[in-house]
């Protein structure tokens, strides 16, 4: 898969394709300093103030996200006719999104959110805000430029809710109707405990806490919470339901599957933004074609590289390729596992609905017979596991001078093969005990073979499996390139 999502970043997207997010806009200002002292005037640290920052946050920082990602996007929402408006307005159109959507309000101040630090730590936040909804001649300013923007045919809208007043019930249902009429996926970072606002759009983000707010239950109990997520999704007629949970990572929640992706940060400094990362690279991945659960695997890679920064700061795509380049170099050795190991992600992939496939051999100099026939397999199931002959069995089986390749730089080259989730190796003469063990549900064996001949097909066939034969391509063998090399 990392292959698949390493070129859909570095191909970029459509060359018409653009993203309007909507939505709550933010000013983050940071104060830094250092703390040496407390006050004698009272029992507070002292920060002697070193320098001064501010960045787009809420909505402006999806749209940043967005633009770090090579997406174009436009921003549709209010700030103040205030310095700080004016500051937000420069800082968004200096990272290339576009502005002409949005709003100056002579009655709402921009939402500030002004954070002092003493080193890495946030010592206080300081808001600014109006949270009530807009009055009703700048909601129709915003209810036509909406309509606008919609003409313009973007690739996907991100409705940012912070529950700052801008996403009201009228605006979110003016959004997601126009954007079903023209076939235009909606995701939405939501916020409150009543979702039907956003009733009809694709997806939602709600962290584990909103989720629960919204389902009504503790939180506490994950399965609870994740049943009432489903039928939360279902009721709003999602198509997918996205919740965040932090340091364990992200749920995805489909019709038919519940996919469970792994935390990817490695160590966390400032949680700040991070859903706003989440929904941009969601959105992102989705306008370059990715199915929703490989969109998510790229959030939450962004998500991982973004709280390991202090402050609000958006992805940029060079640092998720890079990411990418080396989860996929992980991922590669990662591959190779025991049998307690493959078991354990046999399970996984089990509980998210995936069926397994197992294939075994020597695949000593791995030629493009080996390749297409490992990429046939994988065809027919979610998992590829191949089971391979150590050493010892090699020469038991083709005599004393093979294999001609160490069984762990064996083993390494398989799982190089994007086709292949799994190599696992067997000493025993035939995997027999490794497909009990598995239980696959699909038996692969080349077509050299009758189906009575393969082992553990009789085995797999009794808990429901079946077993395929594949056809192999003519000519090419490993005993075909050995005497090649031995008339050289």
Same mark, same amino acid.
């Given at each position: ?36 002292? &407390? ?7 002292? *920060? ?10 809420? #909505? ?31 800082? &968004? ?37 109006? +949270?009530?909804?807009?009055? #009703?001649?700048? $909601? ?18 991100v409705l940012s809710d912070y529950a700052k007043g801008v996403l009201t019930p009228e605006l979110c249902r ?7 009429? #023209? ?36 939180? $506490? ?7 009432? #997520? $489903?039928?939360?999704?279902?009721a709003l007629d999602l198509r997918f339901l996205a919740v965040t949970r932090s340091e364990e990572g992200i749920?995805?929640?489909?019709? +038919? ?13 400032? *949680? ?6 989440? %929904? ?34 958006? &992805? ?15 991922? $590669? ?22 069926? %397994? ?65 799994? *190599? ?15 239980r696959p549900d699909v038996l692969v064996k080349g077509s050299d073979y009758t189906e009575d001949q393969v082992?553990?097909?009789?085995? *797999? ?28």
């Amino acid at each position: 898969m990392q292959q698949r999502l390493i070129e859909a970043l570095r191909q970029g997207f459509p060359a018409d394709a653009w993203a309007l997010v909507i939505g709550d806009l933010m000013l983050d200002r940071y104060l830094w300093g250092k703390v040496e002292r &407390i006050s004698p005037e009272a029992p507070v640290p002292v *920060v002697l103030l070193e320098k001064e920052s501010s960045r787009p946050g809420g #909505a402006a920082n999806v749209a940043a996200n967005l633009a770090g990602l090579g997406l174009p996007c436009r921003l549709l929402g209010t700030v103040g006719d205030d310095a700080p408006g004016r500051e937000l307005v420069a800082a &968004i159109a200096s990272q290339g999104v576009g502005t002409e959507a949005l709003f100056t309000s002579s009655s709402r101040p921009t939402t500030t959110k002004t954070r002092i630090l003493g080193g890495h730590q946030q010592m206080l936040r300081l808001d600014r805000e109006a +949270t009530a909804a807009p009055d #009703a001649g700048e $909601q129709e300013a915003l209810s036509r430029l909406l309509r606008e923007m919609m003409e313009r045919k973007p690739a996907v809208v991100v409705l940012s809710d912070y529950a700052k007043g801008v996403l009201t019930p009228e605006l979110c249902r003016l959004a997601i109707d126009l954007a079903a009429q #023209a076939d235009i996926p909606v995701l939405v970072d939501p916020k409150g405990r009543d979702y039907g606002k956003y009733r009809g759009a694709t997806a939602l983000t709600p962290n584990r806490r909103e989720t629960a707010e919204a389902c009504g239950v503790s939180g $506490q109990d994950l399965d609870e919470l994740l049943q009432a #997520a $489903q039928a939360l999704r279902r009721a709003l007629d999602l198509r997918f339901l996205a919740v965040t949970r932090s340091e364990e990572g992200i749920t995805l929640l489909e019709e +038919t599957r519940m996919l469970h992706l792994p935390a990817m940060a490695r160590q966390v400094f400032d *949680v700040s933004g991070a859903g706003d990362t989440v %929904i941009a690279t969601l959105a992102a991945g989705m306008v370059a074609g990715l199915e929703p659960a490989e969109a998510l695997h790229l959030a939450n890679l962004a998500a991982g590289i973004v709280v390991g920064k202090v402050g609000t700061v958006p &992805i940029t795509r060079e640092e998720l390729l890079a990411e990418l380049a080396v989860e996929e170099v992980r991922e $590669q050795a990662d591959k190779i596992c025991d049998l307690p190991h493959l078991l354990a992600r046999v399970r996984q992939w089990r509980a998210n609905g995936e069926r %397994i496939v197992f294939t075994n051999g020597c695949f000593d100099l791995l030629h493009a017979g080996h390749v297409v026939y490992l990429e046939q397999a994988a065809k027919l199931g979610d998992r590829l596991v191949v089971g391979l002959n150590t050493d010892r069995s090699v020469r038991a089986l083709k005599g004393p001078n093979r294999p001609v390749i160490h069984e762990q730089d064996r083993a390494r080259v398989l799982a190089a093969l994007e086709a292949v989730d799994a *190599v696992v190796l067997f000493d025993e003469d035939t995997p027999l005990s490794l497909i009990e063990a598995i239980r696959p549900d699909v038996l692969v064996k080349g077509s050299d073979y009758t189906e009575d001949q393969v082992v553990g097909g009789k085995e *797999v066939k009794s808990w429901g499996g079946r077993v395929a034969l594949i056809d192999v391509v003519p000519g090419r063998s490993t005993s075909n390139i050995l005497r090649k090399l031995g008339s050289a």
